[in-house]
C-alpha cells in the first residue's frame, strides 16, 4: 500500500506556483484563521512553497488579539472589518455562510481576490466554484472578484471522477457517501468523542448495540448536531430537509458535479450517511460514462492524475479507508471495478481528508493559483 508519507506529498503538484514567478509577492488574508479549518489552512501555508509577503490573520472581535503561528512566526490575529482587507490581494475566507455573504463582496470591491469556502456563492452563475486538479481554467473569470470552494464530500471525490470524466465522458453519477463526525464542525467532534466514552464505560449485561433501543437509551438527549446517535450506528441523513426529502448535502453533491465538471444535465443521485469517524469522508461511486471502459484504462488514469493515490489490490487486503487516508493530501481510490451488467459503468471507492483537500487544501491551492496570476502583474 502507498504509504501515508508518499500521499502526504502527492497532491497539486502540477498547480503549485513556478519557482521562476518574479515580481512582488502579494498580501494574503485568512479570515477565519482561528477556526478548524482555518487551522490547517495555516499549517498548509507553512508547508507549501512560500508565495506570500504579508499573511494577515483575520477573525471575529473576541478572537482579536490571540496570535498564531505561520511560515514559522507569530501573527497577531485582527479583527473582521473593512480596514482589515486594506491592501490585500487575496483572501481565502473559511466562516459562517452568513458572515462569508456579508463581507467576501466588501473585501471583493476594494479589489481583493476572495476564495471562499462557505456555500454562499456556489451556486451563483457569477462566481466560479473551482476544483484546481479539474477546473482550474475557471478561476481565471471571476465577475463579483469572489472564486467559490465545492463542499467536503463532493471535494472527497471529484478530483478522481473528474479525471475520469475527462478520459471517458461521464453520463451519469450514483453515489452513497459515508461522512466524518467533522463535517459537523468541533460540535460533532465532541459529540462523537463523547456518545463512544459513554457507550464504552463499564456497563454489565448484553453489550450495547446488541438491544433494540439500547444505544439510543445512553445517549439519551446527548446527540448533537446529528439526527440520531453516531456511536455504534450510522445515520442515513446529513444537511437539512429540502423538496421531496432529499437533504441539502445531497443536493449540493448533484449541483456542484455539475457546476465543476461543465455537465449542467448530468444525471445524479446521491445518499449521505453520517458515519462514526472523526476525519475523513468516504464515498461509494457508480459512475456511468459514454464510452466502453475497463479496469485497466481506468488504473492507468487514476495513477497519473493530479492528487489521486491508487490503492486497489483487494487480493492482499490493499483498498483505501479513512485511517489511511487522514491527515494527507489527495483523494484516495480503490476497489475499481467495471460494472457486472454494463460496460460502460465503474464502482470506485474514494477516501478525502474533508478538513484538507475537502476543504483548507484546495482553498489554498486556488488562491496560490490566483497568487501566481497576481506575481506577474
Given at each position: 500500500?502507498?504509504d501515508g508519507?508518499?500521499a502526504?506529498?502527492?497532491?497539486?503538484a502540477?498547480?503549485?506556483?513556478?519557482?521562476?514567478d518574479?515580481g512582488?509577492?502579494p498580501?494574503?488574508?485568512?479570515?477565519?484563521?482561528?477556526?478548524?479549518v482555518?487551522?490547517?489552512?495555516?499549517e498548509?501555508i507553512s508547508q507549501?512553497?512560500?508565495?506570500w509577503?504579508?499573511?494577515?490573520?483575520?477573525?471575529?472581535t473576541r478572537s482579536?488579539g490571540?496570535?498564531?503561528?505561520v511560515r514559522?512566526?507569530?501573527?497577531?490575529?485582527?479583527?473582521?472589518d473593512?480596514?482589515?482587507?486594506?491592501?490585500?490581494?487575496?483572501?481565502?475566507?473559511?466562516?459562517?455562510?452568513?458572515?462569508a455573504?456579508r463581507?467576501?463582496?466588501?473585501a471583493a470591491?476594494?479589489?481583493?481576490?476572495?476564495?471562499?469556502?462557505?456555500?454562499?456563492?456556489?451556486?451563483?452563475?457569477?462566481v466560479p466554484?473551482?476544483?484546481p486538479e479539474?477546473?482550474a481554467h475557471?478561476a481565471r473569470?471571476r465577475?463579483?472578484g469572489?472564486?467559490?470552494n465545492?463542499?467536503?464530500?463532493?471535494?472527497?471525490?471529484?478530483v478522481?471522477?473528474?479525471?475520469l470524466h475527462?478520459?471517458?465522458g461521464l453520463s451519469?453519477?450514483?453515489?452513497?457517501?459515508?461522512?466524518?463526525?467533522?463535517?459537523?464542525?468541533k460540535?460533532?467532534?465532541?459529540?462523537?468523542?463523547?456518545?463512544?466514552?459513554?457507550?464504552a464505560?463499564?456497563?454489565?449485561?448484553?453489550?450495547?448495540?446488541?438491544?433494540?433501543g439500547?444505544v439510543r437509551?445512553a445517549?439519551g438527549?446527548a446527540?448533537?448536531?446529528?439526527a440520531?446517535?453516531?456511536?455504534l450506528?450510522?445515520v442515513p441523513?446529513v444537511?437539512?430537509?429540502?423538496e421531496?426529502?432529499?437533504?441539502?448535502e445531497?443536493?449540493?453533491?448533484r449541483?456542484?458535479?455539475?457546476?465543476?465538471?461543465?455537465l449542467p444535465?448530468?444525471r445524479?443521485s446521491a445518499?449521505c450517511v453520517?458515519v462514526?469517524?472523526i476525519?475523513?469522508?468516504s464515498?461509494a461511486?457508480?459512475a456511468r460514462f459514454?464510452?466502453e471502459v475497463?479496469?485497466?484504462?481506468?488504473?492507468?488514469i487514476?495513477a497519473?492524475?493530479?492528487?489521486?493515490?491508487l490503492?486497489?489490490?483487494p487480493?492482499?487486503?490493499e483498498?483505501?479507508?479513512p485511517?489511511?487516508?487522514v491527515?494527507?493530501?489527495?483523494?484516495?481510490?480503490?476497489?475499481?471495478?467495471r460494472?457486472l451488467?454494463?460496460?460502460k459503468?465503474?464502482?470506485?471507492?474514494?477516501?478525502?481528508?474533508?478538513?484538507?483537500?475537502?476543504a483548507a487544501?484546495n482553498t489554498a491551492?486556488?488562491?496560490e493559483?490566483?497568487?501566481?496570476?497576481?506575481?506577474?502583474?
Amino acid at each position: 500500500m502507498t504509504d501515508g508519507s508518499a500521499a502526504r506529498t502527492a497532491s497539486a503538484a502540477a498547480f503549485a506556483v513556478s519557482e521562476a514567478d518574479t515580481g512582488r509577492r502579494p498580501t494574503l488574508a485568512v479570515v477565519g484563521a482561528t477556526g478548524a479549518v482555518g487551522t490547517v489552512l495555516l499549517e498548509i501555508i507553512s508547508q507549501h512553497k512560500d508565495v506570500w509577503g504579508e499573511i494577515r490573520l483575520v477573525a471575529s472581535t473576541r478572537s482579536a488579539g490571540r496570535r498564531l503561528t505561520v511560515r514559522g512566526e507569530e501573527v497577531e490575529v485582527v479583527a473582521l472589518d473593512e480596514a482589515a482587507f486594506d491592501g490585500v490581494d487575496v483572501a481565502m475566507f473559511d466562516v459562517p455562510d452568513d458572515v462569508a455573504a456579508r463581507w467576501a463582496p466588501v473585501a471583493a470591491a476594494k479589489g481583493v481576490v476572495v476564495v471562499d469556502n462557505s456555500a454562499a456563492f456556489r451556486m451563483d452563475p457569477d462566481v466560479p466554484l473551482v476544483v484546481p486538479e479539474v477546473n482550474a481554467h475557471a478561476a481565471r473569470v471571476r465577475p463579483r472578484g469572489i472564486i467559490s470552494n465545492p463542499n467536503c464530500t463532493t471535494l472527497s471525490m471529484i478530483v478522481a471522477v473528474g479525471a475520469l470524466h475527462a478520459e471517458f465522458g461521464l453520463s451519469e453519477l450514483i453515489v452513497s457517501s459515508y461522512q466524518a463526525a467533522s463535517g459537523a464542525g468541533k460540535a460533532g467532534v465532541d459529540t462523537l468523542r463523547a456518545q463512544l466514552a459513554t457507550v464504552a464505560g463499564g456497563r454489565t449485561g448484553a453489550p450495547l448495540g446488541t438491544q433494540p433501543g439500547d444505544v439510543r437509551r445512553a445517549v439519551g438527549d446527548a446527540i448533537g448536531p446529528f439526527a440520531a446517535p453516531l456511536a455504534l450506528n450510522v445515520v442515513p441523513w446529513v444537511g437539512s430537509l429540502m423538496e421531496d426529502g432529499w437533504s441539502s448535502e445531497e443536493l449540493k453533491i448533484r449541483d456542484e458535479s455539475r457546476k465543476i465538471l461543465g455537465l449542467p444535465d448530468l444525471r445524479v443521485s446521491a445518499t449521505c450517511v453520517r458515519v462514526p469517524v472523526i476525519t475523513t469522508h468516504s464515498l461509494a461511486v457508480h459512475a456511468r460514462f459514454e464510452n466502453e471502459v475497463s479496469v485497466e484504462q481506468a488504473h492507468e488514469i487514476l495513477a497519473n492524475a493530479p492528487g489521486v493515490v491508487l490503492v486497489d489490490n483487494p487480493a492482499v487486503g490493499e483498498f483505501p479507508t479513512p485511517a489511511d487516508a487522514v491527515g494527507t493530501d489527495p483523494t484516495w481510490v480503490g476497489r475499481v471495478r467495471r460494472a457486472l451488467d454494463d460496460p460502460k459503468a465503474l464502482e470506485l471507492f474514494v477516501c478525502g481528508d474533508n478538513l484538507r483537500k475537502g476543504a483548507a487544501l484546495n482553498t489554498a491551492q486556488i488562491a496560490e493559483f490566483v497568487a501566481a496570476e497576481r506575481s506577474t502583474l
